[in-house]
């Protein structure tokens, strides 16, 4: 599958579940589309390209990307694979199921756990908080 083939077939599956974001793909050279989706607060953006070939999403607020992750990291391979997580991740995002950390050095960031609102490793003087996408 070549990249134009595999934005068209994701952008619209990824479109036909969440139409709100429509309006905020933005078309980039090479074939890719970056979609950058903010926050009521504006204070992070979920952002997802189609970059290389394969879906990946993440989050800037703090910095350009303060946290991203490749759907290849949850064994989906195959386009149809990509997008049914991606899709999972996102109605759990957008739904409020997900805890968002936010963390004064590394910015915004999630958790695999759902449910986990601590995180392992602090920096001396790092402060975290937790919030749903809602909040933020």
């Given at each position: 599958?070549?990249?134009?083939?595999?934005?068209?077939?994701?952008?619209?599956?990824?479109?036909?579940?969440?139409?709100?974001?429509?309006?905020?793909?933005?078309?980039?050279?090479?074939?890719?589309?970056?979609?950058?989706?903010?926050?009521?607060?504006?204070?992070?953006?979920?952002?997802?390209?189609?970059?290389?070939?394969?879906?990946?999403?993440?989050?800037?607020?703090?910095?350009?990307?303060?946290?991203?992750?490749h759907m290849s990291l949850f064994e989906a391979n195959l386009p149809n694979e990509e997008i049914e997580v991606a899709i999972k991740f996102m109605k759990n995002l957008f739904s409020d199921k997900l805890n968002i950390i936010y963390s004064n050095f590394r910015g915004?960031?999630?958790?695999?756990?759902?449910?986990?609102?601590?995180?392992?490793?602090?920096?001396?003087?790092?402060?975290?908080?937790?919030?749903?996408?809602?909040?933020?």
């Open positions: 599958m070549e990249q134009k083939e595999f934005t068209d077939y994701v952008i619209s599956k990824i479109v036909a579940e969440f139409p709100q974001l429509k309006d905020f793909c933005t078309v980039k050279p090479n074939d890719i589309i970056d979609i950058d989706y903010k926050s009521k607060k504006g204070n992070v953006t979920f952002w997802l390209t189609t970059q290389d070939k394969e879906i990946t999403i993440g989050f800037s607020g703090l910095t350009e990307c303060d946290w991203h992750t915004y960031f999630h958790i695999d756990n759902e449910n986990e609102t601590k995180v392992d490793e602090q920096e001396k003087g790092e402060i975290f908080e937790t919030f749903k996408w809602t909040n933020l």
